[in-house]
């Protein structure tokens, strides 16, 4: 594989090689950097994955909500009505919803900070959930709108940090905080369906 060059000395190519960077000198200088990390909320996000089997395909919604939302349960609430609204389901189907995070890591001396993602699409992961910083054991079954009061929304974030303390030793980093919730949420359409 040809090795990367970076584009040159120009304004766009100096830009170009700070993003592409993997981690920053500053906590701020990262989040600066991945400002929209910072909204209060980004999505729904919806994808439709067609299944190899030609059973039908899966829906995916992605919502990302900061740790400082004021309503994470109300509004993800709202989110499942529209799903439920816009889909058709009726009680005897569903989602499943699957809770991950994402945070901003550091190494020992707190010199250097980058974003760990809490999706993870690798062949080892589960509902796009790797196996750090989960928010749920298993996926959530959602058959209704009152079913959401079964999704957590309410976290104790040191709690999350403590429990996961040698998620990353082996980089030799560590979590230095949460920085958002996201709520994986998906549903089969036997056939393949229109999307919403």
Known sequence: MAEYKERG??????????LNKAHCRTEA??????????????GPFHNRLKLSTGLGDIDQTIVRYSTRHPDIYGDLRQVFLNLFKNSGETERSGYEVSVTFNAVLTNSDSTSFSIFYGQDYSSTSDHGVGGRLRG?????????????????????????????????????????????????IYRFVQGGARSH
């Open 9 to 18: 000395a120009l304004r766009s190519g100096q830009r170009f090689a700070e």
């Open 136 to 184: 749920s054991e298993r996926p959530i079954l959602i058959r209704s709108p009152r079913d959401v009061q079964n999704i957590p929304t309410v976290f104790n974030y040191e709690d999350i940090i403590h429990q996961n303390r040698a998620a990353f030793q082996s980089s030799n980093v560590r979590i230095h905080r949460i920085i958002n919730i996201i709520y994986l």
């Open 29 to 42: 200088e990262l989040l600066n950097r991945h400002h929209k990390l910072e909204a209060l909320k980004a």
